[in-house]
Every structure is written in structure tokens, then in C-alpha cells.
């Protein structure tokens, strides 16, 4: 066996990016030689679905392993790192928050292997496309990891920890703060009796645009045109939902200041 390249691989843990990980390792040749998670039902469906080996204990963690990847929500990671032995296996993390300075005195070999990408249990999603983020404790490591990302992903890029945590930052911001600005604004609908479906495409060609100019120069509405009168009708309305009125007026500040700064960026290229 080519110790150089990654030929075999152990999951330890069967959620969402465990799930779509091992999927893509399977149909790109590395055999999973084992699932193990602390829920036996999630476990065997995986590990059934790539014909591995599974097991809920961390103690019977095979000893033999390409890499092992500790997919597990980030709150749980320090628990398991703690309860394995890796002996001299390659072990990543896939948590986009959590320092590779983790695994120090825990493991020989190591790195992380982040996906930026929110996944969905048993949703296709286009791998190729995922960025894919590595960092390793040696210069083998990682090589071993980029060769096993350029499998994967067109997408791959050497990260550090500290870079990984802003990228984190943005990632929440950009989506998870977006998802929630959906919810409230489906809510805001919803109790109305309108159908949310009707801002599907405004959502769809908002997220489409920026990928041909940058978001701040995407940016439209009432704050961005720091239209104080629609921003005020928008606040009456929003009169007995007093969480929601001050985020709104909190964002639509936001908004004001960041569209005066494209506007003397504009003024200042046109002085140039």
C-alpha cells in the first residue's frame, strides 16, 4: 500500500457531513473501512449504504487507517479526541471553528479537512464545486491531505487555523444569518396568509448576482438609497414586533454606512 496517498478511511460520525463525505471518499475509490458513531441507527444506515464496518464505541477504532476524519459536531470533538487511540493514523477534523492545535498530544499525525459548504443528510450536492480547506502538522500530512481534496474538489486551498476561523465568521454571516432573515421574513407572510414562494426568485437572483459584482456594489433598497421615509413605514409596520424592528433598524444602519463608503470609493475613482 502507497502510504503517500490515502487508499482507506474511517468516519467517526454518521451526520450530515460524515454522511456526504463518505459518500464522495466511496465513489472516488477510498474505501471506508469503518463507521463508528454514538447512534447505532445513523451508523449502520451509512455504513451499510458504503459497505464498511460500524461500531457505537470509539474503543474499537480500527487500527489500521489511510486517515481517520472526526466529523462530529464541534462541541463533541474534544470529547472524542480524548477517548481515541490514533496511534500513528492520520486524523482531521472537518470543523471550520475549532484550532488544528486540537489534536496536540492527542495524535501523531494530523490536520484538518474543512468543506465550506452546508449539508443536508441524503441532498446531492455538486462536490466539485465545495471548497475544500486543509491544513496538516507536517509537510507529508499535507501533501497527503491535498491530494485527497484534488480528488474531491476544484476548489482546494492550504489554511491556516486563525484564517479558518475568520472564514468561519464570514460563512455564519453569510448563511446562517441570511437563513434567519428568510425565517423572519416567512413569518412576516406567513401570518398575513401570503405564500413565502413569492420571494423565492428575488431570493435566488440576490444570491445569483453576486457572482458577478461584489455585494456591496449589489446592494439595493430603501437603506441603500437611505430612503428615510419607506424606512419608517417598514418600522410602523413592524410596531408589535419590537425584536425584528430593532434588527431592522440596526441592518438598515448598517447598510447606510456601508453604501456612504461605496459612494467616496466612487468619488474618489472619479477624482483619480
Known amino acids: 500500500m502507497n502510504k503517500s496517498i490515502v487508499q482507506t478511511a474511517v468516519l467517526i460520525g454518521a451526520g450530515n457531513v460524515g454522511w456526504h463525505l463518505g459518500n464522495i471518499l ?16 445513523s451508523c449502520k444506515e451509512l455504513a451499510t ?45 472537518t470543523a471550520g471553528s475549532i484550532p488544528m492545535s486540537v489534536f ?17 443528510r441524503k441532498k446531492p ?7 475544500l480547506l486543509i491544513e496538516a502538522n507536517t509537510t507529508a500530512n499535507l501533501n497527503k491531505l491535498s491530494h485527497l481534496a484534488g480528488l474531491l474538489s476544484g476548489t482546494v486551498s492550504t489554511i491556516t487555523s486563525a484564517q479558518r476561523k475568520i472564514i468561519h465568521l464570514g460563512a455564519v454571516i453569510a448563511s446562517n444569518f441570511s437563513n434567519h432573515m ?27 448576482k453576486i457572482t458577478r459584482v461584489s455585494p456591496l456594489s449589489a446592494q439595493t433598497g430603501p437603506a441603500a438609497r437611505n430612503d428615510t421615509r419607506i424606512l419608517e413605514e417598514h418600522l410602523k409596520v413592524l410596531a ?3 425584536e425584528i ?3 431592522y433598524k440596526q441592518i438598515s444602519k448598517s447598510i447606510i454606512t456601508f453604501a456612504g463608503k461605496k459612494k467616496d470609493q466612487d468619488q474618489s475613482k472619479n477624482t483619480i
Open 26 to 41: 466511496n465513489e472516488k475509490g477510498i474505501k471506508i473501512l469503518q463507521v463508528i458513531s454514538k447512534s447505532e441507527s
Open 49 to 93: 449504504l458504503l459497505q464498511a464496518e460500524y461500531d457505537t464505541r470509539l474503543k474499537k477504532l480500527a487500527g489500521d487507517a489511510g486517515i481517520i476524519i472526526v466529523t462530529v459536531p464541534d462541541t463533541q470533538i474534544n470529547n472524542v479526541i480524548d477517548q481515541c487511540d490514533f496511534r500513528d493514523n492520520l486524523v482531521v477534523h
Open 104 to 120: 496536540n498530544n492527542r495524535a501523531i499525525n494530523y490536520g484538518v479537512f474543512y468543506p465550506l459548504m452546508t449539508f443536508t
Open 125 to 131: 450536492l455538486n462536490f466539485v464545486s465545495i471548497p
Open 182 to 208: 428568510y425565517a423572519l421574513a416567512e413569518s412576516l407572510l406567513t401570518r398575513e396568509g401570503i405564500s413565502f414562494d413569492l420571494l423565492k426568485p428575488l431570493i435566488r437572483e440576490t444570491a445569483d
Open 240 to 242: 408589535e414586533d419590537p
Open 245 to 247: 424592528a430593532e434588527l
